[in-house]
């Protein structure tokens, strides 16, 4: 009977505040582990290209998350080339207008954060 009482409550909270443990539910990107987490993948994105360039994010187009033992941030950002270097120290880098030069494309990260570990990892990266 505990057991029945205990998890009645808890599905009722979850169902109460609209969070459901391992349920994807939309993401704020002004929310301080959704940044922390993007930055994480565009940098690990900039480690993997073979482009002497950085890339960085020219629009977020969406943000959600998951409960999974942590928080897995899922994040749909337009991304595009800007002019400074990789090896640049402190530069201010902006995207270029022309399109030739910016060449965006569209990005999907995944990002696994178990914050009490210091622990992030790219658990996802799909980009065209």
Not at 44 to 50: A, D, E, G, K, V
Not at 64 to 81: E, H, L, N, S, W
Request: net charge positive; hydrophobic share 40%.
């Amino acid at each position: 009977l505990k057991m029945f009482v205990f998890l009645f409550l808890a599905a009722t909270f979850a169902i109460g505040t609209g969070v459901m443990v391992g349920g994807v539910s939309d993401g704020d990107i002004n929310d301080e582990g959704a940044k922390k987490a993007l930055n994480f993948a565009v940098d690990q994105h900039n480690s993997r290209t073979n482009d002497m360039y950085l890339r960085q994010v020219a629009e977020v187009v969406k943000v959600q998350k998951q409960v999974v033992a942590g928080i897995k941030y899922i994040i749909t950002v337009k991304m595009a080339r800007t002019l400074c270097r990789k090896n640049g120290t402190g530069e201010e880098c902006t995207i270029p207008e022309d399109p030739a030069q910016a060449q965006p494309y569209q990005c999907k990260f995944g990002v696994w954060s178990r914050p009490w570990l210091k622990e992030m990892t790219v658990v996802e990266e799909k980009c065209n």
